[in-house]
């Protein structure tokens, strides 16, 4: 064979690589449609009996030189990567990715932003208990100028015999609180039918780990007009807690933060493995605000600072931490609370450490 018969041949090839390279993604474009179409009309993307037809036309039109079931091989491939095509397209439509609203979503509580890029902190007890425990707490916080106040009313504990929580109580003594020393509540909700009657007393409404998964709690808050402060459940992925999130603005509310509370591993130095790496991979994949929860996360009170230096490191919004005037005695999480003089240092070291600049 000439060179120059080589060179014709090579170009035949390139002409075609062109042609095939025109089509596949002329395909590809097609496919996202009928993604769309499908996807409006509440249908299944994979459809094993068309695929079957398709493989069936492939075999009845082969004229070689490829045997049928080296094409029927190769357009598999083309199918799968063209159902993934519909895949990235419906992820990028979910209402809390950036690629859907690219600017970050600022959460206004009563003048206090999270997610303007401020550094906040959300702090309170565990559980509310008495009205001079939740006073003593936000009193504490006021002066560090910290009105983000958290105390848990609806507790929800492992064992049906621990502190269930002070209830409807609990949400009183934390209103009063904050009315008397103008601070924000925030506080856990687990059952739907409560968000009503919850949100006269609460400005935010969180739902915890063990509720994330809580679909009719999910909708009923994304139906509410308060701001919602959605915990990472137990043993959610990233893409669960994001698609957890979206139940909630699906009905209209936008206004979540969402709060990396650490994940369960078999590690068992700490009470739950604080996945720090969520903290970005959320802000870049959503719009809303991220929050760490370094006490739930670690459960060691001796980690409280670094890992609250890591998050305001890494990107967060905000850090939770809870404080109780006498930690021994409290009725839950006494192990990991810290006291009013061990918060102060706390605030002191991170305002030192420069990452918290408030
Ligand atoms: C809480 O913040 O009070 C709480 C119970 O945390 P989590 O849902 O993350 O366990
Ligand atoms: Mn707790």
Redesign the pocket.
């Known amino acids: 064979m000439s060179n120059e018969q080589l060179e014709a041949l090579r170009e035949q090839l390139d002409e075609v690589n062109m042609e095939l390279l025109k089509l596949v993604n002329q395909r590809g474009r097609i496919a996202q449609e009928i993604g769309q179409v499908k996807s409006k009309a509440g249908q299944k993307r994979f459809d094993p009996v068309r695929e079957r037809k398709m493989l069936d036309m492939i075999a009845e039109n082969n004229e070689g030189p490829f045997s049928t079931s080296t094409l029927q091989h190769l357009f598999k491939q083309i199918f799968q990567l063209s159902l993934e095509l519909q895949e990235d397209d419906n992820r990028k439509a979910l209402l809390v990715s950036r690629k859907k609203k690219a600017e970050d979503t600022i959460i206004d509580l009563k003048g206090e932003k999270v997610g303007d890029g401020s550094q906040k902190m959300i702090i309170g007890p565990?559980?509310v208990e008495s009205y001079e425990q939740v006073y003593e707490v936000a009193s504490a916080m006021k002066e560090q100028g910290m009105r983000l106040l958290?105390g848990?009313a609806f507790?929800?504990r492992t064992s049906p015999y621990d502190f269930q929580g002070l209830g409807l109580e609990g949400l009183e003594i934390l209103r009063r609180v904050a009315d008397e020393l103008d601070m924000v509540v925030i506080s856990?909700v687990m059952n739907p039918q409560d968000i009503e009657m919850a949100t006269e007393y609460i400005d935010v409404i969180?739902?915890?780990?063990?509720?994330m998964q809580n679909f009719d709690l999910l909708r009923e808050s994304g139906a509410s007009d308060k701001p919602v402060l959605l915990?990472?459940g137990?043993s959610a992925t990233i893409d669960e807690f994001t698609k957890a999130a979206e139940y909630i603005i699906a009905k209209g509310n936008e206004n979540i933060m969402l709060?990396e509370?650490?994940i369960r591993t078999y590690e068992k130095a700490t009470r739950n493995t604080l996945d720090i790496s969520a903290v970005p991979i959320l802000k870049q994949e959503t719009h809303l605000p991220v929050l760490v929860?370094v006490?739930?996360?670690t459960g060691r009170r001796d980690l409280l600072l670094p890992a609250a230096k890591a998050a305001f490191a890494i990107g967060a919004d905000a850090v939770?931490a809870?404080v109780h005037p006498d930690p021994a005695v409290a009725l839950?999480?006494s192990a990991q609370q810290m006291d009013i003089p061990q918060f102060n240092e706390f605030v002191e070291s991170l305002r030192q450490s420069g990452l918290y600049k408030l």
């Open positions: 565990c559980s958290r848990g507790k929800p856990e969180q739902i915890g780990a063990r509720n915990k990472r137990l709060c509370r650490g929860d006490t739930h996360s939770m809870e839950s999480d």
